[in-house]
């Protein structure tokens, strides 16, 4: 079974200051490795993605996650957070093992707070 | 593209009505999800279908939820009866296959059972 898991329920940050929120993942076969961010009242809206090539992926509003096999993570990251950052992140797997369909697993959410 | 459009936004109801959720993917997009998500256990899909197909429903929590799709432009999702327990956003989001799961979300809608 494909999980993943985001061990902080809010990150704070201040503005110009970089940011990371954490995500590691499970999965049986290799994993395709997502982050969305959801504003208030919006639907997800997808930043980046990992399938396979260079471990560090560059994404939407100028973040990026780097894919580390041994640890099994993917932390998404910025150089300067903006106040306009602040937002609820999702993590979300899919395992390339057969049978897992094309469901994706969504972490529960890492909520994000840039402060000026 | 207007992207995924869903209605309505928001939806109160009694409990034991029938409520229908309305879904319009993106145009030419071949992937629909159905997500419900509440503060209690966050995102959970319920059901996705592929050309029109129902692929995997096993998330759909019990016999008075069910998801149609009868053709490409258009998908519900039905609760009957509905219960307090159902209030949560549901979420309709759609895919190309070949993207590999970048899946484009609507605004969702906002369901409250009194």
């Known amino acids: 079974a494909q999980s993943v898991a985001q061990p902080e329920d809010q990150v704070n940050v201040a503005e110009g200051n970089p940011l990371t929120v954490k995500c590691t993942y499970s999965v049986s076969g290799n994993p395709y490795l997502f982050w969305y961010v959801q504003y208030p009242n919006r639907g997800l809206q997808f930043l980046l993605k990992?399938?396979?090539?260079?471990?560090l992926v560059k994404g939407s509003y100028g973040f990026e996650a780097e894919f580390n096999k041994s640890q099994t993570s993917f932390h998404l990251k910025k150089p300067s957070a903006l106040v306009s950052d602040s937002a609820l992140y999702f993590c979300?797997?899919?395992?390339?093992?057969?049978?897992?369909?094309?469901?994706?697993?969504f972490g529960t959410g890492t909520q994000l707070k840039v402060e000026l | 593209d207007a992207g995924v459009i869903q209605s309505p936004r928001h939806e109160v109801t009694e409990m034991g009505q029938e409520v229908t959720l309305r879904c319009k993917p993106i145009s030419g997009h071949d992937y629909l999800f159905w997500y419900r998500q509440t503060m209690m256990r966050g995102l959970e899909l319920l059901i996705y279908?592929?050309?029109?197909?129902?692929?995997?429903d096993s998330g759909m929590p019990e016999d008075r939820f069910s998801a149609k799709m009868p053709n490409a432009s258009f998908s519900t999702l039905k609760i009957q009866p509905s219960e307090p327990r159902d209030s949560a956003v549901y979420f309709c989001?759609?895919?190309?296959?070949?993207?590999?799961?970048?899946?484009?979300f609507g605004p969702g809608t906002r369901l409250t059972v009194t």
């Open positions: 279908f592929n050309n029109n197909v129902p692929i995997d």
């Open positions: 989001a759609s895919s190309l296959g070949q993207d590999l799961y970048e899946q484009y």
């Open positions: 990992y399938i396979t090539g260079d471990n």
């Open positions: 979300a797997v899919r395992d390339t093992i057969t049978g897992g369909g094309n469901k994706l697993t």
